[in-house]
Every structure is written in C-alpha cells, then in structure tokens.
C-alpha cells in the first residue's frame, strides 16, 4: 500500500485513521481530566531545605525553614515569580549559613570532604 492510498483509507475514516482518531480523542478527554486535578508544580528547592536542615542547630530549624517556606510562597512567588523566588531562596540559605558558628562550619567541611573522598 501506498502512501497515497493509505491517506485516502484515512480521510475515509478506514485503516490506522480510525485508531487515531480514537486515540486524539482519548488525548483530548486525558488532558480535560487532568486540567481540573490541581498539582503543585513549584516547591521550595529541595537541595537548599536540606542543607537548612542539616547544618542550623535542632531548635532552629523548623522556625526557619518554616519562615522561609511561607514567604516563598505568600509573598516573594507571586510578587516576582518563579525564577526570582528560587533565587530568594538560594540567597536565605546563603544569609542563613554565614550565621552558622565558625567551630560548627569547620565540622560539616570535614564530614563533606569525607563524603566525596568516599564518594570518588
């Protein structure tokens, strides 16, 4: 068969045209549905959270995490968007870990430099 002819049986709704049609169609009804479920995409970067996490002292940590996530989304996303809230993000971690006590910094360089040692 030919292309030609296999254009013809499509456009006459005969052969693959009717399983791509059904398939279009199937497309289009899966992209309504999933239109409506509400997904959040955007999440506060994860690799930041988590040197939060590891390195600011026990006490410390959910206040300042949580802090960070409610003007992440409250205030700095919405105002600036996306890109510019990651930024803000990154810069908090920054500000955060140049508060961290130089005893305390000195400990988690030698527990990374351990961990890449064993890593390579």
């Keep these: 068969m030919t292309h030609r002819e296999r254009d013809k049986l499509e456009k006459k709704g005969k052969g693959r045209g009717k399983a791509r049609t059904f398939l279009n169609e199937l497309g289009t009804i899966a992209r309504l549905y999933l239109k409506h479920i509400p997904v959040r995409r955007d999440k506060v970067p994860r690799?930041?959270?988590?040197v939060l996490y590891l390195l600011l002292p026990r006490k410390d940590r959910d206040p300042i995490i949580g802090d960070l996530h409610?003007?992440?989304f409250d205030t700095i996303k919405p105002k600036f968007g996306?890109?510019?809230a990651w930024w803000w993000y990154w810069a908090q971690v920054v500000k955060c870990l140049g508060t961290l006590?130089?005893?305390r910094m000195v400990k988690w360089a030698a527990l990374a430099a351990a961990?890449?040692?064993w890593r390579s």
């Design 47 to 50: 690799v930041g959270e988590y």
């Design 70 to 72: 409610e003007m992440y």
């Design 82 to 84: 996306r890109a510019a």
């Design 101 to 103: 006590t130089p005893v």
């Design 115 to 117: 961990a890449l040692r």
